[in-house]
């Protein structure tokens, strides 16, 4: 009865006679939701679906929803710890029924549920788009860009669920939809007008600070109080509580090579899916492994079920690293390590692994100490593309693709923090592969030819400064090892459990070369910056 007041209250429809108009079809779906505090027990929640499928304008429509990246989080929930903003996060009740009104060159009819004792021979005409109908995430997320836009934030134009606003290159206020959650952080004024706005543009639940979950995620936030600064923390351990071992049968075990059953491959491939989500999210280290499994989902045996008990386990005992993300103050600069898998005979593809972290900026290029505070932006895990021949080649591959990610992730993390996407922060690379290294300022011809192409395009990234430094290390050195390799006790593992770099290297560890054009342009700008627009401690 609430979820029909809701489409009443909202004006979802109007009443006509049934014509001889094609009627979608509804169904309910019911649902238990987390409660609104944790001495309330869970929210019961019915939701009125309308049969998409049924819709003959269904592949006519927009359906374009945009939500924020795992990536854009992570920077979101960085620049909030940087800036001492308590991270928030409010949804929106009934938020698909809260969307623009229906575009469409012809209407939408639905037939009332019994629940709703519409008298026989009447119809539903919607007015605004219903759960279920391909063009509801669209209509909702046009009626969020225009509350954004009437508060004058500025939309990422290349993250269509992140907005901000600054003045005078301060952040004020940043924003990351995703769907009908908005995670939100900023100064006390910002924050309350924005709170302010979205209750009165929409029904919304309660705004939960400091400590939530957000699309699966757990968010703790920590206050020093001698500093006043604060830490954020995010992890997944309700959700890994939640994933379950699979039962391996004593006769199965005992044929570890057969092929899965079909019910063995359900829960193979459930078990899989659950760690993909997990690993992708906030277990990088375990994303190798992950990735692995669902590589077999075509061709597994017994032997792969326990190979995901042992993932799952680990998983489990992995817990308590959480993603951190500490305050850094003043320029930043963004940090790419990047690893490939040896080529094998008989494996056509190799395995790529890359993770992008931020630093501050008083840390120079090229090697960097072990106390050195990082905070882990972006990451990735997974099987090439393309079939490649030596490692070398997959080196290449690889990071070129890192470099590719790290350019989009910069002009992201320039908008949080500088309010302007050409404004980015230095891009250090970081490879084992002492071959790559070497090329980058060398000028000769690359064999094979595609590979000598991805070859160009890195020489032209590195000479142009979009690569402010690439340094050689040794394999001990690399945090993206772990992304291509299943392991424990990495060193991105602990990395992530200290914050810091946390590798001690000699000198005999590395090498490491800058680009010319990067010098060129960061001499510039700190001349300005030596001027009378010179920022102060505080600012990014």
């Known amino acids: 009865m609430s979820e029909l007041a809701a489409w009443a209250d909202l004006a979802v429809y109007t009443e006509v006679p049934y014509n001889g108009q094609t009627v979608l079809s509804t169904r309910w779906v019911l649902t238990l939701k987390e409660p609104d505090s944790p001495t309330s027990p869970p929210r019961r929640k019915a939701r009125l679906v309308v049969r998409g499928f049924e819709d003959p304008d269904r592949d006519n429509v927009d359906s ?12 979101a929930l960085s620049a909030m710890a940087t800036h001492g ?7 929106v009740r009934t938020a698909f029924l809260q969307g623009m009104p229906l575009d469409r060159p012809h209407a939408v009819f639905v037939q009332p549920p019994p629940h709703a004792k519409v008298p026989a021979g009447i119809v539903w005409q919607l007015r605004k788009c219903a759960y279920g109908l391909t063009d509801a995430p669209r209509r909702w997320y046009e009626s969020v860009l225009k509350l954004m836009t009437v508060l004058g934030l500025v939309r990422s134009t290349l993250d ?3 907005f901000t606003r600054h003045t005078d290159g301060q952040l004020l206020l940043v924003v990351a939809v995703h769907v009908d959650d908005f995670l939100f952080g900023g100064t006390a004024q910002a924050v309350h007008d924005f709170e302010t706005a979205v209750r009165k543009a929409f029904a919304t639940g309660p705004t939960k600070s400091g400590s939530f979950n957000f699309t699966g995620v757990r968010v703790k936030t ?10 954020i923390r995010a992890d997944q351990e309700p959700y890994v509580d939640s994933i379950d071992t699979i039962d391996i049968r004593p006769e199965r075990k ?28 906030t277990m990088p280290y375990l994303s190798c492994a992950a990735t692995t499994l669902a590589r077999r989902f075509g061709h597994a045996v017994v032997r792969d079920l326990t190979v995901a008990n042992r993932v799952v386990r680990a998983a489990k005992a992995a817990r308590p690293i959480p993603l951190l993300f500490m305050p850094m103050r003043g320029q930043q600069r963004l940090r790419l390590f990047v690893d490939a898998s ?27 100490p072990p106390d050195t505070p990082m905070t882990l932006l972006l990451y990735t895990s997974h099987r090439q593309r393309r079939v490649t021949h030596s490692s070398f080649a ?17 002009a992201i993390h320039a908008h949080i923090h500088e309010g302007d996407e050409y404004r980015l922060a230095p891009i250090d690379a970081y490879t084992d592969n002492l071959s790559l290294y070497n090329t980058l300022d060398a000028d000769g011809v690359v064999q094979p030819k595609e590979v000598g192409a991805a070859v160009q395009e890195l020489r032209e990234f590195y000479h142009g400064g979009s690569i402010a430094s690439i340094t050689w290390l040794r394999a001990h050195g690399q945090l993206a090892d772990a992304l291509t390799k299943a392991g424990r006790d990495t060193p991105l593992q602990r990395t992530l459990q200290t914050g810091r770099f946390g590798v001690r290297l000699s000198d005999n560890d590395y090498l490491t070369k800058s680009s010319t054009a990067a010098q060129h342009a960061r001499t510039a700008v700190g001349r300005v910056y030596n001027g009378q ?5 505080g600012r990014m």
Do not use: C, N
């Open 64 to 75: 374009t929803s945009p939500t924020a990246s795992r990536a854009t989080f992570r920077v």
């Open 533 to 537: 627009d010179e920022p102060d401690d």
């Open 254 to 281: 005992a044929e570890p090579g057969a092929r899965l059953e079909p019910e063995e491959l359900t829960l193979y491939r459930r078990a899989t899916g659950a760690l993909l989500w997990a690993t992708g999210q």
């Open 85 to 91: 903003f308590v991270p928030r996060t409010v949804d």
């Open 394 to 410: 997959a080196e290449v591959y690889a990071l070129l693709e890192g470099v590719r990610a790290a350019l989009e992730l910069a």
């Open 222 to 231: 920590d206050l020093d109080e001698d500093t006043g600064r604060i830490a």
């Open 160 to 162: 269509h669920g992140l």
């Open 342 to 368: 040896s080529v094998k005979a008989g494996v056509p593809t190799a395995h790529t692994g890359f993770a992008i972290f931020a630093t501050s900026g008083t840390v120079a290029a090229g090697p960097m």
